[in-house]
């Protein structure tokens, strides 16, 4: 593999760069998150908290997790773990990144740029030739947490205002969001459309069961990831090109 070659460009300039190529992603984010929005005024929360929510925590799964227990009213201690298992896979796309950055970076670019990685602002800060440069992540970091944001503050003052039919028709549309998380990799690989339904029977098996049931709901879904999670991972393992073969 080819040595990586810095991109001699000024710092405004890629800062300029980042702003530019988030704006369709902004876009995006503002009507996702209002949906989102909308969720969150049905869990009890007001503009403020909600705009706070999506601004430290830039994650639509990991976002309907968290605010899904705080609806059931669970503990602090579940919420944290719900939203870590739902955030997890960015624990990968960190470490993606720190194998594409400038030997000898601080570790304060470090820590800014792990701040907010996303599915989308991942693609485009790793489709870039050369280095990651820090400003670049930075200038679509500034257009896309606040469009984020705002996108669900604005869903929790719409849900205030408008009439509570038409906000129980909008929140529909968080399902929706949900769908398109879920059927395009099942569509690809019928292993996780498999795992997909056995979810979905296992969390109505375990809201029936006498003493499964008992549990929190926050807690019921932290066991049906940790389980379902741990299960696919030992018996379907996901086999990296040119890594070693091992028997299914």
Known sequence: MGGIRVMSKSN?????????????????????????????????MNAVQGFLLSFLNNASAGEYAGITVIAANASYIE??????????????????????????????????????ITDELFGIAIARPGYLEPFYTYGAML???????????????????????????????????FLAIIIPPAKKDKVVAALIILAFAASYAFSCLPLISSISEGTRTIILTVILSAGAAYFFPIHTEGGPEHDA
């Not at 705002?150 to 719409?158: D, H, P, R």
Request: charged fraction near 10%.
């Open 143 to 177: 257009t896309a947490i606040p469009c984020w944001a705002t996108g669900t503050a604005c869903g929790i003052i719409a849900g205030n205002i408008m009439p509570a039919r038409v906000v129980s028709a909008l929140s529909v549309s968080l399902f929706g969001m």
């Open 12 to 44: 405004a300039k890629i800062f300029q760069e980042g702003i530019k190529d988030a704006i369709p992603i902004g876009l995006g984010y503002f009507a996702v998150a209002f949906s989102l929005g909308i969720a969150a005024r049905n869990a009890g």
């Open 79 to 116: 919420i944290a773990v719900v939203t870590l298992i739902a955030n997890a896979r960015y624990l990968l796309m960190s470490c993606a990144m720190g194998q594409r950055l400038k030997p000898g970076l601080s570790f304060g670019h470090r820590l800014l740029m792990g701040y907010d």
